[in-house]
């Protein structure tokens, strides 16, 4: 089957893409394009997918940068392809061509950057944890020290889990109103004493006030779409052993 690979407009002319789960090797629960390798995935099928988005980038395997992603704040910046252990971090910037930076998520917002004109490109990974203590705000300040213009550079939010079907109990959004009580506009009233939380919603919120020129999110929820995305909390309500993981990768 043929990878599947969402573009945003705003992100054009530079090489870039949301991968779906189509047109992988893994089976099973990870049926698809999982690029993984933190999952229980066999790992020599999970460095064919990888191999698979290296081409469609097209850059060689070992040029699709990635980090271990911890849900943190902070930012690798490449010169060069990674060699050896990846480092922990949630973001990766660059301005050095021939290197394909990538994020991997399972409902956490894959974040693209880019600064077209002074040619520095970074991805962010943006779970609740990560957006909350800033990893989209440093992104944009290691792409900064990297020459790019901040009013310039242009963010996209892709397939990330919607606001409809991410849950969560009050203690949450207590966590974000004592950041700042103005976060509250990012909770709906649900059932009982449920709340909906708007992550996309914030993680705008939160690239607008780093003063990025353009953000926005591709629309697409991963919850509610099985055939096209994976998804860690479709994979909670289905008692599921794992899940696979989505990959988003831009390059110069």
């Known amino acids: 089957m043929t990878l599947e690979i969402l573009t945003a407009d705003a992100l054009l002319p530079l090489h870039h893409g949301f991968f779906t789960r189509r047109g992988g090797a893994s089976s099973g629960i990870f049926r698809g394009l999982n690029c993984g390798l933190g999952s229980s995935d066999q790992r020599e099928v999970v460095m064919i997918n990888r191999a698979r988005v290296a081409d469609a980038m097209e850059v060689t395997p070992d040029a699709l940068a990635t980090v271990h992603q911890v849900h943190s704040a902070d930012v690798v910046t490449l010169s060069a392809p990674m060699q050896g252990e990846m480092p922990k971090a949630d973001a990766i910037v660059t301005a050095t061509p021939g290197i394909a930076i990538s994020i991997l998520t399972a409902d956490c917002q894959p974040v693209l950057f880019a600064d077209p004109e002074k040619g520095v490109i970074g ?58 009580a103005n976060n509250a506009e990012f909770f709906r009233e649900g059932v009982g004493d449920r709340l909906h939380f708007d992550l996309t919603g914030y993680g705008i ?11 926005e999110w591709t629309g697409h929820c991963t919850y509610s779409d099985a055939e096209r995305f994976f998804s860690y909390r479709r994979s909670v309500h289905d008692q599921e052993v794992d899940y696979g993981r989505l990959i988003a990768a831009i390059r110069i």
């Open 123 to 180: 991805g962010a990974h943006a779970g609740w944890k990560g957006a909350l203590d800033g990893v989209l705000d440093a992104t944009v300040d290691a792409m900064e020290a990297l020459g790019a213009v901040r009013g310039n550079i242009r963010a996209v939010i892709g397939p990330s889990i919607s606001q409809d079907a991410y849950e969560i109990g009050p203690e949450f959004r207590d966590r974000f109103t004592a950041h700042d």
């Open 205 to 215: 919120h939160r690239l607008r006030g780093a003063g990025v020129g353009t953000a």
